[in-house]
């Protein structure tokens, strides 16, 4: 696994299901937890939209200056048993 995401092997993978139960409503879950993407505008960064380059160009950028894509930050917590993958595929998968 990647150790980008705080895991150093297999054996610290778990991987967690939403479960219901009358205080969730059967759902699995109560309230709400976001999941951040920010993208921080470096000299790079700035250059590329300047020169009107691709969002792709910005992203990738973005990425190897360290960004934490949507995706990403939400793998995160699911892998600390905040949410699931089928709820993160729900809303960062569109």
Same mark, same amino acid.
């Given at each position: 696994?990647?150790?980008?995401?705080?895991? $150093?092997?297999?054996?610290? #993978?778990? #991987?967690y299901r939403s479960q219901g139960c009358d205080a969730c409503g059967g759902t699995g879950y109560w309230g709400r937890l976001a999941i951040h993407e920010v993208l921080v505008t470096s000299d790079a960064i700035r250059r590329i939209i300047q020169k009107r380059g691709t969002a792709a160009e @910005?992203?990738?950028? $973005? @990425?190897s200056e360290g960004m934490t894509t949507l995706l990403q930050d939400g793998i995160k917590k699911a892998m600390k048993g905040l949410t699931d993958f089928d709820q993160l595929r729900r809303v960062s998968m569109r």
């Open positions: 696994m990647s150790t980008a995401l705080g895991i $150093a092997g297999r054996e610290q #993978l778990k #991987l @910005v992203r990738d950028m $973005a @990425v």
